[in-house]
């Protein structure tokens, strides 16, 4: 595998393409985790055709106190980038 060398644009776009697939991986995790833990915390009983009382509320909620942390940190950590890097 140490023969293959690659000229700088093909370089830059295999790790553009990296940059993208871990990107998604890490979007993919996220989801399969949000959906996980939102599941487990407002699906009581076995679904059926409906949720029963309660649990779309809950699932909401969820979903949104979840996106809401994930923001606050996101926004949290750019904060403490450029204070860093000024």
């Known amino acids: 595998m140490d ?3 690659f000229d700088e644009a093909t370089q ?4 553009t393409f990296l940059e ?7 979007i993919n ?5 949000l959906t996980s833990m939102c599941w487990d ?3 009581t009983g076995t ?4 949720f029963a009382r309660g649990e779309e ?4 909620n969820c979903v949104d106190r979840f996106l809401d942390t994930s923001l606050f940190i996101i ?3 750019e904060g403490q980038r450029s204070h860093l890097q000024s």
């Open 3 to 5: 023969n293959f060398k």
């Open 20 to 26: 993208r697939e871990q990107a998604q991986a890490r």
């Open 29 to 33: 995790s996220t989801v399969h985790n």
């Open 41 to 43: 915390k407002c699906v």
């Open 57 to 60: 509320g809950c699932l909401l």
């Open 75 to 77: 926004k949290t950590i």
């Open 12 to 15: 830059k776009e295999l790790a």
């Open 47 to 50: 679904p059926g055709s409906r």
